[in-house]
């Protein structure tokens, strides 16, 4: 049986890897495979080792940074919240430089 899931906002796949700062100092590794203007959905985590409503910090390696909030995590996912939603010119840059390959990313 399917289930239709209607969502707010349009979702993308994509594939960058991101650091998640938490608030108490700690940082993990992780990918990014979804994002949308209001958060993105990241993989390859301890999602035990986070909680609903926890701040984070989203760095990815070219310095850029965006702060959120955890809005659910289990099975090593954790959906993370934008603390203020992309611009449309952000969301189209961050798709850009996600869905590159990364030899072009990196310059390698």
């Known amino acids: 049986m399917s289930v239709l899931v209607i969502r707010s906002h349009k979702r993308f796949a994509v594939r960058r890897p991101i650091t998640l700062h938490e608030t108490g100092g700690g940082k993990r590794g992780g990918l990014m495979i979804e994002l ?3 958060g993105c959905r990241i993989s390859g985590v ?5 909680t609903i ?3 984070v910090t989203l760095e990815f390696d070219d310095d850029e940074r965006y702060a ?3 809005r659910w995590a ?3 996912f954790v959906g993370v919240k934008f603390a203020s939603a992309l611009r449309l010119s952000e969301l189209g840059a961050m798709l850009e430089v996600s869905r590159m390959a990364p030899e072009r990313r990196y310059g390698t």
Do not use: I, K, M, P
């Open 36 to 38: 949308s203007s209001e």
């Open 46 to 50: 301890n999602s035990l080792a986070y």
């Open 74 to 76: 289990h099975d090593g």
């Open 53 to 55: 409503d926890q701040q």
């Open 68 to 70: 959120g909030r955890v």
